[in-house]
T-cell receptor, first 113, second 115 residues
Framework: KQEVTQIPAALSVPEGENLVLNCSFT??????LQWFRQDPGKGLTSLLL?????REQTSGRLNASLDKSSGRSTLYIAASQPGDSATYLC????????????FGTGTKLQVIP | NAGVTQTPKFQVLKTGQSMTLQCAQD?????MYWYRQDPGMGLRLIYY???????DKGEVPNGYNVSRLNKREFSLRLESAAPSQTSVYFC??????????????FGEGSWLTVV
């Protein structure tokens, strides 16, 4: 079974700081990886999807990288803003199941003005 | 721009009561999913429907049933609610398999408390 770990569980940074969120997975035979954002009391919103053939994917101030061989993905947030405060989760396909997804437990980010 | 719509948003049930969570998507997606989210456990798949007319168990199906009513709607039923089913439930949909690079779209969640 695919295990997904996100460390740290919580992070607090001052506004304007660049930061990196980590996602580790145990089965490197993945098709892709997605990063999501979850605001309190809300559902998850997809931020970036990286295909297994890609190394990076960028959207605005967000950059996600994928290293399958080491079982890691990172989400880089440039020039953080208070509006970035949310929980960030990564998701990878469940080993042996093309329709199933394993989610990490997330990193709760607080950006302090 | 409704996306994935879930009802109800909040519900309190007594142990042993039954209820159905409703979910509808307007993106013409083939696949739909029900997840539960618990503190420290992350999101866990309850049931999914790869396409209209099919349903399959996920990681934690015990105590639940589902119905894929049509391509748009996928309901989750708790036949005899237990306190262990207190959770936040999310419906989601994708155009096709996640492994094919399809983005997952989530509803806003349904907060269920069983007392």
């Amino acid at each position: 079974k695919q295990e997904v770990t996100q460390i740290p569980a919580a992070l607090s940074v001052p506004e304007g700081e660049n930061l990196v969120l980590n996602c580790s997975f145990t089965d490197s035979a993945i098709y892709n990886l997605q990063w999501f954002r979850q605001d309190p009391g809300k559902g998850l919103t997809s931020l970036l999807l990286i295909q297994s053939s890609q190394r990076e994917q960028t959207s605005g101030r967000l950059n996600a990288s994928l290293d399958k061989s080491s079982g890691r993905s990172t989400l880089y947030i440039a020039a953080s803003q208070p509006g970035d405060s949310a929980t960030y989760l990564c998701a990878v396909p469940y080993s042996g199941g093309y329709q199933k997804v394993t989610f990490g437990t997330g990193t709760k980010l607080q950006v302090i003005p | 721009n409704a996306g994935v719509t879930q009802t109800p948003k909040f519900q309190v049930l007594k142990t042993g009561q039954s209820m159905t969570l409703q979910c509808a998507q307007d993106m013409n997606h083939n696949s739909m999913y029900w997840y539960r989210q618990d503190p420290g456990m992350g999101l866990r798949l309850i049931y999914y429907s790869a396409s209209e007319g099919t349903t399959d168990k996920g990681e934690v199906p015990n105590g639940y049933n589902v119905s894929r009513l049509n391509k748009r709607e996928f309901s989750l039923r708790l036949e005899s609610a237990a306190p262990s089913q207190t959770s936040v439930y999310f419906c989601a949909s994708t155009e096709g398999p996640f492994t094919a690079g399809n983005t997952i779209y989530f509803g806003e969640g349904s907060w269920l408390t069983v007392v």
